[in-house]
């Protein structure tokens, strides 16, 4: 089965910068792209960035183009995601997801994803 469990959330004041990693299982990671993915309260699930599975490219949602970056190590079967210059709108639940989502009426859909780490940012 696949597993995906994402760390590194926490509290952070704005500007501020947090690193969050998924460890993914169950399956062979470096066949795969793959998503981060989040949850605001009121909110729907945003796409917030993909990565090739050998990294050769990626995508990034305008609220987070140039703050954030996806990267991943297919050695260890892990995935990251660094935000830097982090907003108090950036406070969700981000869940990392199995490959690239398929997106209806803006709204993504992805097959498998992790429970989630929460990120809040506050001063």
């Known amino acids: 089965q696949v597993q995906l469990v994402e760390s590194g959330g926490g509290l952070a004041q704005p500007g501020g910068s947090l690193r969050l990693s998924c460890a993914a299982s169950?399956?062979?990671?470096?066949?795969?792209?793959m998503s981060w993915a989040r949850q605001a309260p009121g909110k729907g699930l945003e796409w917030v960035a993909g990565?090739?599975?050998?990294?050769?490219?990626?995508y990034y949602a305008d609220s987070v183009k140039g703050r954030f970056t996806i990267s991943r190590d297919n050695a260890k079967n892990t995935l990251y995601l660094q935000m830097n210059s982090l907003k108090p709108e950036d406070t969700a639940l981000y869940h990392c997801?199995?490959?690239?989502?398929?997106?209806?009426?803006?709204?993504?859909?992805?097959?498998?994803w992790g429970q989630g780490t929460q990120v809040t940012v506050s001063s």
């Open positions: 169950g399956f062979t990671f470096s066949r795969y792209g």
């Open positions: 990565i090739y599975s050998d990294g050769s490219d990626t």
């Open positions: 997801a199995k490959d690239w989502p398929t997106v209806v009426d803006g709204h993504p859909r992805f097959g498998s």
